[in-house]
């Protein structure tokens, strides 16, 4: 372990404190390369893995077409029984995302329907790999959009710049960066191997010294118990008794909590699977309704935990590619193209629909088959990165290289 001991580089015991989940996150720990302004610009994504259904999302209730297309699915009409929520006489939200509204009203939500990758793969594997590296058609990038926005971000590199929800880093976090990754739901939690106290003993004897890379894993293990403690508190004040809620909104209220107490964390990431609707997709109620519920209370209850903070962070809210326009012969839907972005928070000119709608009608589907592309979605995260983020075109550029200029939605920010 000697050996191991002089090869091993700060960012190195870093990184590898971040993939085991030792550093999940920083609590109200300051040291000189950590901390950073209180204003923090943030970053969050939400990834919806499996291609969620677009046009059930962000319902276009004002085209027959929809609906001669969808003759058991499409979400019906505003008035309705479960049926949409008008946004503006056109387009309008499915009913599951009703808490959502207020959102719109206010001016801090917008949606981008009609954008996605210019890569029509329809491969649930590389449209998503497209996707999180921001290079759709290239398989050889090694790195992904978010690690490379970690290195153009201002101050000092921190390992809770970048902090991502899941049992594993995600192909958007992969890179040179550092990121902590912390479990799901109340894995988040769990003890780790370094938990353990003779494996935790072993490391400590290892790295006493007063070393850079000591003083990185005695900052780390100190960082990892603060936020262990942090969960836990909030876990059990939430449960009050009674089992506290699962999934999503259970993860965002820790990300706002951590947000609160961690001035240094810029940029989040959840994935969410499960929508994949081949099979009795629904309408108004159903399959997809019962997976959009949670993920609006989840996004609801992160902007209202993070009070004032939410005037500086956006989030966004993207899948791989839509489906399409048609519903099957199993009262589903299919992988398609097009899809709809939302993107939320203080900084965002929402209560609008951005990008170019082309339409449903046949001969202005992608293919016969599905909602065309009009909006490259680098398009959309480089106007977040330059307007929000405070990146500059050039900065911009190695973050998504390639990315289109689109007026249609030079405005959001």
Same mark, same amino acid.
């Given at each position: 372990?000697?050996?191991?001991?002089?090869?091993?580089?700060?960012?190195?015991?870093?990184?590898?404190?971040?993939?085991?989940?030792?550093?999940?996150?920083?609590?109200?720990?300051?040291?000189?390369?950590?901390?950073?302004?209180?204003?923090? &610009?943030?970053?969050?994504?939400?990834?919806?893995?499996?291609?969620?259904?677009?046009?059930?999302?962000?319902?276009?209730?004002?085209?027959? @077409?929809?609906?001669?297309?969808? +003759?058991?699915?499409?979400?019906?009409?505003?008035?309705?029984?479960?049926?949409?929520?008008?946004?503006?006489?056109?387009?309008?939200?499915?009913?599951?995302? @009703?808490?959502?509204?207020?959102?719109?009203?206010?001016?801090?939500?917008?949606?981008?329907?009609?954008?996605?990758?210019?890569?029509?793969?329809?491969?649930?594997?590389?449209?998503?790999?497209? !996707?999180?590296?921001?290079?759709?058609?290239?398989?050889?990038?090694?790195?992904?959009?978010?690690?490379?926005?970690?290195?153009?971000? +201002?101050?000092?590199?921190?390992?809770?710049?970048?902090?991502?929800?899941?049992?594993?880093?995600?192909?958007?976090?992969?890179?040179?960066?550092?990121?902590?990754?912390?479990?799901?739901?109340?894995?988040?939690?769990?003890?780790?191997?370094?938990?353990?106290?003779?494996?935790?003993?072993?490391?400590? &004897?290892?790295?006493?010294?007063?070393?850079?890379?000591?003083?990185?894993?005695?900052?780390?293990?100190?960082?990892? &118990?603060?936020?262990?403690?942090?969960?836990?508190?909030?876990?059990?004040?939430?449960?009050?008794?009674?089992?506290?809620?699962?999934?999503?909104?259970?993860?965002?209220?820790?990300?706002?909590?951590?947000?609160?107490?961690?001035?240094?964390?810029?940029?989040?990431?959840?994935?969410?699977?499960?929508?994949?609707?081949?099979?009795?997709?629904?309408?108004?109620?159903?399959?997809?309704?019962?997976?959009?519920?949670?993920?609006?209370?989840?996004?609801?209850?992160?902007?209202?935990?993070?009070?004032?903070?939410?005037?500086?962070?956006?989030?966004?809210?993207?899948?791989?590619?839509?489906?399409?326009?048609?519903?099957?012969?199993?009262?589903?839907?299919?992988?398609?193209?097009?899809?709809?972005?939302?993107? !939320?928070?203080?900084?965002?000119?929402?209560?609008?629909?951005?990008?170019?709608?082309?339409?449903?009608?046949?001969?202005?589907?992608?293919?016969?088959?599905?909602?065309?592309?009009?909006?490259?979605?680098?398009?959309?995260?480089?106007?977040?990165?330059?307007?929000?983020?405070?990146?500059?075109?050039?900065?911009?550029?190695?973050?998504?290289?390639?990315?289109?200029?689109?007026?249609?939605?030079?405005?959001?920010?």
């Amino acid at each position: 372990m000697k050996n191991l001991n002089r090869h091993l580089s700060r960012r190195h015991v870093l990184a590898l404190g971040a993939s085991a989940g030792l550093i999940g996150a920083v609590s109200p720990l300051r040291s000189a390369w950590a901390a950073t302004s209180a204003s923090q &610009k943030r970053l969050v994504v939400v990834f919806l893995r499996g291609a969620v259904d677009g046009l059930n999302v962000l319902v276009p209730h004002g085209e027959e @077409a929809y609906y001669l297309a969808r +003759p058991t699915i499409a979400v019906a009409r505003p008035g309705a029984d479960h049926g949409a929520i008008d946004l503006d006489g056109h387009f309008g939200l499915h009913p599951s995302l @009703a808490a959502l509204k207020p959102l719109w009203d206010e001016g801090s939500l917008a949606f981008v329907p009609a954008s996605g990758s210019p890569d029509d793969t329809r491969s649930h594997f590389d449209a998503q790999d497209y !996707m999180e590296s921001g290079t759709p058609g290239r398989k050889v990038t090694a790195d992904g959009w978010m690690n490379r926005l970690l290195a153009q971000l +201002p101050g000092d590199p921190s390992p809770t710049r970048g902090l991502s929800f899941g049992p594993t880093l995600p192909r958007i976090f992969a890179g040179r960066e550092s990121v902590a990754n912390i479990p799901l739901g109340r894995a988040a939690a769990a003890q780790i191997p370094l938990d353990r106290p003779l494996i935790n003993a072993a490391f400590d &004897k290892l790295y006493t010294g007063q070393d850079a890379m000591s003083a990185a894993y005695q900052e780390g293990i100190a960082a990892h &118990k603060q936020v262990m403690s942090d969960l836990t508190t909030e876990m059990k004040e939430a449960d009050n008794g009674a089992p506290s809620s699962q999934g999503f909104p259970e993860d965002t209220q820790h990300l706002a909590q951590l947000i609160a107490q961690t001035p240094s964390i810029a940029l989040g990431f959840f994935a969410l699977g499960g929508w994949d609707t081949h099979v009795n997709q629904g309408a108004g109620e159903g399959q997809l309704a019962q997976r959009l519920a949670p993920l609006a209370e989840g996004l609801t209850g992160l902007v209202k935990s993070l009070g004032p903070a939410y005037r500086d962070t956006v989030i966004v809210v993207i899948s791989e590619f839509g489906r399409t326009a048609h519903e099957n012969g199993n009262r589903g839907t299919d992988h398609g193209h097009g899809n709809v972005m939302w993107v !939320m928070g203080g900084p965002v000119k929402g209560g609008k629909i951005y990008g170019d709608w082309p339409g449903l009608d046949k001969d202005q589907l992608y293919e016969g088959r599905d909602l065309a592309v009009t909006t490259d979605f680098r398009s959309v995260i480089q106007t977040l990165l330059t307007g929000h983020m405070g990146l500059t075109q050039t900065q911009a550029a190695l973050v998504l290289p390639g990315a289109p200029a689109a007026p249609s939605v030079s405005a959001l920010i």
